[in-house]
């Protein structure tokens, strides 16, 4: 009867030993929780914005063209340079002008010859028909030939007139006081009058070209607020939209849109590039700490302290959708919601689903 009873009580201290052994390996299985940093995802309101590239343009820009046809044999000026009005800025070679300028010249002098001559002899005829020898048609005569050469004189005074002012046009002045644009030509050039020279441009207000596509078409208006950005996004100046294009550009389906900028401090030039930043609005959105978000594979993510059914904490990690950069913290567009606990220490050591201990972060 004993020797039955035996085993079963064997059999049966074995089983709980197992069942203890295995009971404490799993405990021993589980990880520790981590102690970490959290903070809290507050709703912060900012700004709607899109980023395009834009361009300046001067709003007070004077092209500068050659009134002649010429070789360019001087530039006095440079990119850059501030230049007086009327302040010589070109000269094209004036040696076929100056040849004809001589030419009128010359001829105009024969002919002042030919007039003091006429006159004379119509002197002289006059007192010979006065003492009756020679007739009224000598005297008509003589008065004819008189008028032809003053009237060729003065036919020759405007040419020479002319062609004075011609030769004038050989050298190229400023149009007004501003700033130089760029000189595209070189000393040795051939222009005509089509051939572009350079700008002249009056410091001051420029204007900024922004093309905006078509799907946003819908949300442009009048006076929306335009901000213009240096490359780490600090704003260099700010607008508002003065002008909306009614037609698309068919090559790139966009709408032209432009704001007047002030440039009072001169930072900006006429043809640069910019980063100008349409403002759509303002909407709330949770902010996260920089130092908070990890980049990986060119996707931006997060940790986020969650509670799980044993009443701890267990961390997830979140991919993001950011936006731009407030202060110290990121935007998020989605992927953290107000209220997520954020983990902001430690977070290289952690992986998805652990547990942990959330302190929150006094900053």
């Not at 050469?149 to 405007?158: F, G």
């Not at 006081?177 to 001051?204: E, K």
Request: glycine share 6%.
């Amino acid at each position: 009867m004993l020797s039955g009873i035996l085993p079963g009580a064997l059999l049966a201290a074995l089983l709980f030993t197992t069942a203890c052994t295995n009971t404490k390996a799993a405990k021993a299985a589980d990880p520790p929780a981590m102690t970490v940093k959290v903070q809290t995802a507050k709703a912060q309101e900012v700004d709607d914005t899109t980023d395009y590239v834009a361009t300046l343009k001067s709003r007070d820009s004077a092209v500068v063209m050659p009134q002649v046809e010429g070789i360019i044999t001087q530039i006095f000026v440079h990119s850059g340079d501030h230049v007086a009005d009327g302040a010589p800025m070109m000269q094209i070679d004036p040696a076929k002008q100056q040849a004809t300028v001589k030419s009128q010249e010359d001829a105009r002098a024969a002919q002042v010859a030919q007039v003091k001559w006429a006159q004379q002899n119509y002197d002289r005829v006059s007192g010979l028909a006065n003492a009756g020898v020679v007739s009224k048609q000598d005297l008509d005569q003589a008065r004819a030939t008189l008028d032809a050469a003053q009237a060729q004189l003065h036919s020759l005074d405007a040419q020479v007139s002319e062609q004075q002012v011609q030769l004038h046009y050989y050298q190229v002045v400023a149009p007004r006081a501003g700033i130089v644009g760029d000189v595209p030509v070189r000393i040795g050039d051939r222009v005509v009058t089509t051939t572009t020279l350079t700008t002249v441009d009056r410091p001051g207000s420029l204007e900024a070209y922004i093309y905006v596509p078509i799907e946003k078409s819908a949300q442009l208006k009048r006076n929306l607020p335009v901000q213009i950005v240096d490359a780490s996004g600090s704003p260099l100046a700010t607008s508002r939209v003065t002008f909306i294009s009614p037609q698309v550009d068919t090559a790139t389906q966009t709408v032209l849109v432009k704001a007047t900028i002030a440039n009072s401090n001169d930072l900006l030039r006429t043809a640069q590039f910019i980063r100008a930043r349409v403002v759509w609005g303002s909407q709330q959105k949770p902010v996260v700490p920089v130092v908070a978000v990890s980049r990986i594979g060119g996707l931006y993510f997060a940790f986020v302290a969650e509670s799980d059914q044993k009443g701890g904490y267990i961390v997830h990690q979140k991919p993001l959708q950011i936006g731009q950069i407030v202060g110290n913290d990121y935007v998020v567009l989605d992927g953290v919601k107000p209220g997520d606990k954020v983990v902001v220490s430690g977070t290289q050591f952690l992986v998805d689903g652990v547990p942990v201990v959330p302190q929150e972060s006094s900053s």
